[in-house]
């Protein structure tokens, strides 16, 4: 089986910086995505990481440590419209069946 | 905007029943995925479709079926229709086994 460990609040200040982590227990893994869910909307993708190592992709980056079945999300220069829900993913050995995390909902205060 | 749609956006059904859901893939996205999406949770899967062929199944029983179509949309049929079943219903569409996949906004499907 697998399954994901992310917390389940996070509260960040405007122009501040934070981290959502992921630790994850598989039977298969063929990399981690990142994926951002406002209110009523639809999961958008942010990042994904098949190699250990930081990927950055503007404001958001996202690190793996396949060793440590370890994983984060770095948000950087909060804005308001950051406010959303974060889940981590992991891609089972036949690369595309997601597995998802329970959601992280980061709330960002004025 | 994805290019992914999904059909109907909310629906009322009653125990026992059966429902269909469809979605609308991006022009040439031949995979596509289901998932199931409790309140206040992560999506989970339900099953693949790739090229019109069922690709992988998660733990759901057999009255959750699907269909892919040429046309690059599909269906979710679930039978015999519980109250758990009540959730939002995702599919996500990618070409091939790209890693990225493309969200429809969901279908919220309530069970009395």
């Known amino acids: 089986g697998q399954s994901l460990e992310q917390p389940s609040e996070v509260t960040a200040v405007e122009g501040a910086i934070v981290q959502i982590n992921c630790t994850y227990q598989?039977?298969?893994?063929?990399?981690l995505s990142w994926y951002q869910q406002h209110d009523g909307g639809a999961p958008t993708f942010l990042s994904y990481?098949?190699?250990?190592g930081l990927e950055e992709t503007g404001r958001f980056s996202s690190f793996l440590s396949r060793s440590d079945s370890y994983g984060y999300l770095l948000l950087q220069e909060l804005q308001m419209k950051d406010s959303a829900s974060y889940f981590c993913?992991?891609?089972?050995?036949?690369?595309?069946?997601?597995?998802f995390g329970g959601g992280t909902r980061l709330m960002v205060k004025p | 905007e994805t290019g992914v749609t999904q059909s109907p956006t909310h629906l009322i059904k009653t125990r026992g029943q059966q429902v269909t859901l469809r979605c609308s893939s991006q022009?040439?996205?031949?995979?596509v995925s289901w998932y199931q999406q409790a309140l206040g949770q992560g999506p989970q899967f339900i099953f693949q479709?790739?090229?019109?062929?069922?690709?992988g199944r998660g733990n759901f029983p057999p009255r959750f079926s699907g269909l892919q179509f040429p046309n690059y949309s599909s269906e979710l049929n679930v039978n015999a229709l519980e109250l758990d079943d009540s959730a939002l219903y995702l599919c996500?569409?990618?070409?091939?086994?790209?890693?990225?996949?493309?969200f429809g906004p969901g279908t919220r499907l309530t069970v009395t």
């Open positions: 996500a569409s990618t070409q091939g086994q790209h890693y990225e996949q493309y």
């Open positions: 598989t039977s298969g893994f063929y990399g």
């Open positions: 990481n098949a190699l250990d």
């Open positions: 993913a992991v891609h089972n050995n036949a690369g595309n069946m997601l597995t």
């Open positions: 022009s040439g996205h031949n995979t």
């Open positions: 479709y790739y090229r019109e062929e069922e690709n």
